[in-house]
């Protein structure tokens, strides 16, 4: 009887599994150039697999100038822009959209601060980042930019709406 329920359970069948659509939020990921090129790609999306965040889109890309304008049109006039433009655009970077419970102050939670010196150990910034600028990941800060920067570098059919195996194990359908 347990393989059958285990079985029924991967198939979301028993007991009904159901997304909670308040607490469940979308949020890009950017694995800037220091973090590629510091080979530490699969350690960071691996620490966030771990906490039960859902990778449904990802991708390698070169970011233009005019992406990089579009991303951070907030600091566009600001005296350190060229810089962070600079930065940015200097290797290659990884877009990833991730889905889960509070996905956003979870993802944020996980990097620690900005500044990498000033980030706690067991974070991934106070982990592996000594910088402010080549702290490894930039994370959406709220749903609102979560919407506007996965509509940068994602197209609606790039997102994967899928369900895993595991999740009836990670957490209770009333959560």
Do not use: W
């Not at 907030?74 to 350190?80: A, S």
């Amino acid at each position: 009887m347990r393989r059958l329920e285990y079985f029924l359970r991967c198939i979301h069948l028993y007991p009904p599994y159901t997304k909670t659509i308040e607490s469940m939020q979308r949020s890009l990921i950017l694995l800037k150039p220091d973090c590629v090129q510091r080979r530490l790609i699969g350690e960071v999306l691996s620490r966030f697999e771990a906490k039960g965040l859902q990778i449904v889109g990802l991708k390698m890309l070169q970011v233009t100038p005019e992406l990089s304008r579009q991303h951070y049109a907030e600091h566009v006039e600001k005296p350190f822009y060229q810089s962070l433009e600079d930065f940015i655009t200097s290797a290659p970077v990884v877009a990833v959209a991730l889905e889960g419970l509070q996905a956003i102050g979870v993802v944020r939670e996980m990097l620690g601060a900005t500044n990498g010196l000033q980030a706690a150990p067991g974070t991934l910034r106070g982990d592996f980042s000594s910088s402010r600028q080549m702290n490894l990941v930039h994370a959406s800060d709220s749903e609102a930019s979560a919407e506007r920067e996965l509509g940068l570098y994602f197209q609606p059919e790039e997102i994967c709406d899928y369900s895993l195996c595991l999740t009836g194990f990670m957490r209770t359908d009333d959560e």
